[in-house]
């Protein structure tokens, strides 16, 4: 894989300018912290559900470009949805959102920001996503 | 970017080509260009002859050891026991009964904390480890404290990266029962000061204990000279395979100790009602060892002393002098750590608006290997207030047109990012 492909121009720009980016105001109906002990990498995700609607997503947190622009990118796409919506989300619609080839080293960054909105919306304290699934 | 190049320091004394050419891997690209490998610190490359010492066990004398009468299996047994005896005189111990195999130097630590730590840690007791440490000299002790209600205390690491001396005098006390600490820190490469540090803890009649994975393969260790009481290392950071690692303890300690793992092997004899143990060494050797490896680390050994493990270290010196010039010009670069002088072939940086994957991604793609993360070492890392590093780290086949490289591809990767 080239590595080049994996920083390209969008990437870097949600990297270094992450949309929704912040804390969000109260009320606040689920808060979500995720963290990746292998690479360091930390997200906190805030969302506002009113009628069963994604009213306002923001996040903070620290990581690779990987995991973070996964987070800015996917905050932009679960505004409005519903909660059964975000239920649905799978691995592929991240890496459709990320359109780059990831090396199996550097899924887990890309997911955790799935993880925080799957775990988030369950209320788990754990959410497992098989790295692997196809 | 145009830079000298140079394969060697003129006032080295390692003929550096010569030993590249011992380590097939060396020759490989990745990513369509050299192999530049600087991750040592994790696992070092392989010599010919190590592989093919361990070939050749498993095509000529496959067998297990210890019990056997038969050709092969006694074979089997001179080699491995062959292998103990070279590691014995490799750090000058007394006798190769003091000389333990493990699987690595994480189990011979553990073999310690359960061993003598249930026999000689009581509540109340102190353990005294710092704050440099690789989690494998840290999580056995806080698992020791658990147990037993002795309270953990850490030695702190100063700005300028040496371990807080005057500290760790204020922390020796008569209930200090041991020291552990690493002889080089696997993240900021400084070598701290063993034999001052055991002198202290044995005024205060504590125990000694030397993590010396990074020391052994790049300095070398006298456990005689450091009066250490034990020491760990592992097989596999100095040229050796994975699967073999080295706990040395002083005789009357060990002999001292109950056994940490019972099975075949660890006994003299097997009753319904009890069981006796086999003498030291074997006495905490329970079950099939890893023969393959141990021999394997035997040829190991007989590698580093014809190559000379004070060249070596100049020679990393060396290289870790131009690596910090070189890094120190990269603007926005940050480095930990002292300087080459007290430490060896290891720099830890990090590079502002670069996460350390994302550096170490980009480096891959030159074919240079380095690692990023927290190097199994979270406490310091914390204390560096970053949260992770990347880490170039060097051994005797590192040339400084390599560490050239390296610099060339961090300003590359400052291209891609923007900065």
Same mark, same amino acid.
């Given at each position: 894989m080239d590595?080049?492909?994996?920083?390209?121009?969008?990437? +870097?720009?949600?990297?270094?300018?992450?949309?929704? =980016? @912040? #804390?969000?105001?109260?009320?606040? #109906?689920?808060?979500?912290?995720?963290?990746?002990?292998?690479? *360091?990498?930390?997200?906190?995700?805030?969302?506002? !559900? $009113?009628?069963?609607?994604?009213e306002a997503v923001r996040f903070r947190g620290h990581g690779c470009a990987i995991s973070q622009a996964a987070m800015s990118m996917l905050s932009e796409e679960i505004v409005g949805k519903s909660v059964d919506e975000l239920k649905q989300l799978q691995k592929q619609d991240v890496l459709d959102l990320l359109g780059i080839p990831l090396s199996p080293a550097r899924l887990k960054c890309a997911l955790l920001s799935l993880k925080a909105v799957k775990a988030g919306v369950y209320g788990v304290p754990q959410y497992d996503i098989d790295e692997d699934d196809e | 970017m145009? %830079?000298?190049?140079? &394969?060697?320091?003129?006032?080295?004394?390692?003929? $550096?080509?010569?030993?590249?050419?011992?380590?097939? $891997?060396?020759?490989?690209? $990745?990513?369509?260009?050299?192999?530049?490998?600087?991750?040592?610190?994790? %696992? &070092?490359?392989?010599?010919?002859?190590?592989?093919?010492?361990?070939?050749?066990?498993?095509? &000529?004398?496959?067998?297990?050891?210890?019990?056997? !009468?038969?050709?092969?299996?006694?074979?089997?047994?001179?080699?491995?026991?062959?292998?103990?005896?070279?590691?014995?005189?490799?750090?000058?111990?007394?006798?190769?009964?003091?000389?333990?195999? #493990?699987?690595?130097?994480?189990?011979?630590i553990n073999l310690v904390a359960y061993s003598w730590g249930s026999a000689n840690v009581k509540a109340g007791d102190e353990i005294i480890i710092t704050d440099m440490e690789h989690h494998s000299n840290i999580v056995p002790w806080q698992l020791l404290a658990e147990r037993t209600g002795a309270k953990l205390h850490f030695i702190p690491v100063t700005d300028e990266g040496y371990l807080d001396l005057a500290a760790y005098d204020a922390l020796l006390n008569e209930r200090t029962r041991l020291v552990a600490f690493t002889g080089m820190s696997n993240v900021l490469g400084t070598i701290t000061p063993a034999e001052d540090i055991i002198a202290r803890a044995h005024a205060a009649g504590a125990v000694a204990l030397v993590d010396a994975s990074q020391l052994v393969p790049h300095k070398g260790a006298n456990v005689q000279a450091l009066q250490a009481d034990f020491m760990a290392f592992t097989g596999h950071k100095m040229c *050796?395979? %994975? @699967?073999?690692? /080295?706990?040395?303890?002083?005789?009357?300690?060990?002999?001292?100790?109950?056994?940490?793992? *019972? *099975?075949?092997?660890?006994?003299?004899?097997?009753?319904?009602? +009890? &069981?006796?143990?086999n003498d030291l060494p074997w006495k905490f050797e329970a079950g099939t060892p890893s023969i393959a490896e141990g021999i394997g680390l @035997?040829?190991? /050994?007989?590698?580093?002393?014809? /190559?000379? +493990?004070?060249? /070596? =270290?100049? =020679?990393?010196?060396?290289?870790?002098r131009h690596a910090l010039e070189r890094l120190r010009d990269i603007r926005g670069l940050t480095l930990y750590g002292p300087p080459a002088e007290d430490r060896g072939g290891v720099v830890s940086f990090y590079v502002e608006g670069i996460h350390p994957h994302d550096l170490a991604t980009l480096l891959d793609q030159r074919g240079i290997a380095i690692r990023a993360g927290h190097h199994c070492a979270q406490p310091l890392i914390e204390r560096l207030g970053v949260p992770a590093t990347a880490r170039a780290s060097f051994y005797m086949y590192t040339t400084h047109a390599e560490i050239d490289a390296l610099a060339e591809g961090l300003e590359a990767a400052k291209k891609v990012f923007g900065l």
């Open positions: 590595a080049m492909s994996m920083y390209q121009e969008q990437i +870097l720009d949600h990297y270094q300018n992450p949309r929704n =980016h @912040g #804390t969000l105001d109260e009320p606040v #109906t689920i808060r979500r912290e995720e963290y990746n002990p292998l690479c *360091g990498d930390r997200l906190v995700l805030e969302m506002r !559900v $009113v009628d069963d609607k994604v | 145009a %830079t000298p190049v140079m &394969s060697y320091d003129p006032t080295d004394l390692l003929d $550096v080509e010569r030993i590249r050419a011992d380590f097939p $891997v060396l020759q490989r690209q $990745v990513n369509g260009v050299p192999l530049i490998y600087l991750d040592n610190a994790a %696992t &070092s490359q392989k010599p010919a002859v190590v592989i093919q010492a361990i070939e050749n066990y498993y095509k &000529s004398y496959n067998a297990n050891v210890h019990r056997g !009468v038969h050709a092969l299996s006694e074979e089997a047994t001179a080699a491995y026991e062959g292998a103990r005896k070279k590691v014995a005189k490799f750090i000058n111990a007394r006798s190769s009964r003091e000389v333990i195999f #493990t699987r690595n130097a994480t189990e011979a *050796g395979p %994975t @699967g073999i690692g /080295v706990l040395w303890g002083r005789r009357e300690l060990l002999e001292a100790m109950p056994p940490f793992l *019972g *099975g075949g092997d660890m006994i003299r004899e097997v009753h319904r009602d +009890l &069981s006796r143990w @035997g040829i190991a /050994v007989d590698y580093l002393n014809s /190559v000379d +493990l004070e060249k /070596v =270290h100049v =020679h990393e010196q060396a290289l870790t």
